[in-house]
């Protein structure tokens, strides 16, 4: 069993940078791959970024191709999600999930969630 937790959100200008956290407790991490989603209000959680073990492969929702990065390190259980050039529709509630193996794009593909961390941007 894994159990996300994440950090590192907060208030942030137009253009600027953020960089998310997500800590996975669990003797298996090394086996998940990790996905990130959002929320904006009154809309539903979307895919944003995910990285599969063992290849390390990555996907983007093209809304963030070219501005955010996801990236892992196993010997810390934790996976990243660096944001840059950040736009005021990035702003919603992000989530970490982790799912065995290959990436998914889907909420009911992940098998454990974390409580998630506000990512607001003003113009």
């Known amino acids: 069993q894994v159990q996300p937790v994440e950090s590192g959100g907060g208030l942030v200008q137009a253009g600027d940078s953020m960089r998310l956290s997500c800590k996975a407790s669990?003797?298996?991490?090394?086996?998940?791959?990790m996905g990130w989603f959002r929320q904006a209000p009154g809309k539903e959680r979307e895919f944003v970024a995910a990285?599969?073990?063992?290849?390390?492969?990555?996907d983007y929702a093209d809304s963030v191709k070219g501005r955010f990065t996801i990236s892992r390190d196993n010997a810390k259980d934790t996976v990243y999600l660096q944001m840059n050039s950040l736009k005021p529709e990035d702003t919603g509630v992000y989530y970490c999930a982790a799912r065995p193996r290959d990436i998914g794009y889907h909420e009911y593909e992940y098998n454990y969630w974390g409580q998630g961390t506000q990512v607001t941007v003003s113009s």
């Open positions: 990285i599969a073990w063992p290849a390390r492969n990555t």
């Open positions: 669990g003797r298996l991490f090394s086996t998940y791959a």
